[in-house]
């Protein structure tokens, strides 16, 4: 049996959690079944040394996304492949006008990768966007969904078919979690109670929420310390982060630690983690952190939260945007069983999303 060619396209391979979905995915493919091809807007970022030696990269060399469309065009029209996958909302408009009118096309996958509802809520969608994105939608072969409830939303505010939509829970590389918390070293003060929270610098993930609900647990318990992971993507936020930070007297206690190659160093020997999302797709940190029996403390970011955290058993939620409520459960943190059996998800669906017809 012929492999089928697979080509993935991405912007760069920097930090996002998008990004590393598609390497997840990327890896968890069959390469006796499928021979895999990445091509990236740009070849930079810091997860280039997850992809696997024997995967061929190819570099458009295009400053942005939607300046590639040309290029993109021209590699399609010489690759010939199968299947396209597409994970981030400007790869999906990007990868739609490259394919207009091309006499043969391969089969498309636009995964999403947030809340459709939310990021129109939240004004993260122009009008012309939304309408590009619907576009790329309604020309896509198959779709991929996050969760039942993003499936629905998908449907509802981009009037997708149902029957194009298919739900699959991200997967996580446990393999290379646990290499990665192989003869670590402790990276905190273990006389500390040690709080970790994993994200880009940006609104979404509320990390000026989670500051202001940590000064009211450093005036309860001072031996509290936040460890902030991630890169600034958006201009002069961690500037703006560390000022708050200052005004709340907390510099002896929030720290930012940037970008972390190994970020399960510190999962790993966290007290707690915390995530304090205004909206997320599915956060992937939480799952990581619920692989490696970490206590959660979680926003209701998604709907899909109360099916990842027992409230009481293996975390707490609490509503965005709830500075009180984030405070009093970080606190409460020792009541968490971190034994709980958590709930396990089947990705067996990725074989069924690049390998079945689509009708």
């Known amino acids: ?3 089928k060619r697979v080509m993935f396209f991405l912007p760069g391979l920097h930090g996002g959690g998008a990004e590393r979905v598609a390497i997840n995915i990327l890896k968890k493919l069959d390469q006796e079944k499928f021979e895999i091809v990445l091509v990236l807007v740009n070849k930079s970022g ?40 597409s ?21 498309t996958i636009m995964r999403s990768p947030n809340s459709p509802k939310l990021l129109i809520a939240n004004n993260q969608l122009s009008f012309i966007m ?9 020309h896509a072969d198959r779709i991929v969904a996050q969760t039942l409830e993003m499936k629905e939303e998908i449907i509802h505010y981009h009037y997708v078919d149902s029957e194009k939509v298919q739900v699959l829970i991200n997967p996580i590389d446990t393999e290379l979690i646990d290499e990665k918390i ?29 500051i202001r609900s940590f000064q009211k647990v450093v005036r309860t318990d001072d031996r509290f310390k ?10 002069g936020k ?38 304090s999302s205004r909206w997320e797709g599915l956060p992937n940190t939480v799952l990581e952190n619920l692989y490696l029996k970490k206590p959660v403390v979680a926003t209701r970011c998604i709907p899909f939260m109360d099916t990842l955290i027992k409230d009481g058993k293996n975390g707490f939620l609490t509503e965005v945007e709830d500075i009180e ?24 669906s990725l074989d069924d999303i690049f390998t079945c017809k689509v009708k």
């Open 238 to 275: 961690q500037k703006e982060l560390q000022q708050l930070m200052d005004s709340l007297d907390l510099v002896k206690n929030v720290f930012f630690l940037g970008f972390q190659k190994n970020p399960y160093r510190y999962f790993y020997y966290a007290d707690l983690y915390v995530l």
């Open 226 to 235: 936040l460890w902030i992971i991630g890169q600034e993507t958006e201009k």
């Open 1 to 3: 049996m012929s492999k």
């Open 130 to 138: 939304r309408k590009m994105l619907a576009r790329a939608y309604r």
């Open 46 to 85: 810091e997860y280039l040394d997850l992809i696997p030696e024997q995967i061929r990269i190819i570099d458009l060399g295009a400053r942005k996304t939607m300046l590639s469309i040309l290029r993109l065009r021209k590699v399609i029209k010489e690759l010939k492949p199968d299947i396209v996958f």
């Open 325 to 348: 409520g984030l405070a009093q459960a970080i606190l409460a943190y020792k009541n968490i069983d971190t034994l709980y059996e958590i709930v396990k998800f089947d990705d067996s």
């Open 87 to 107: 994970t981030l909302i400007r790869t999906h408009i990007a990868l739609d006008f490259a394919l207009t009118d091309l006499r043969t096309k391969p089969l």
């Open 182 to 210: 192989k003869n670590i070293a402790n990276p905190f003060n273990s006389n500390d109670i040690n709080v970790v929270a994993a994200g880009r610098l940006a609104k979404q993930k509320g990390f000026d929420i989670l």
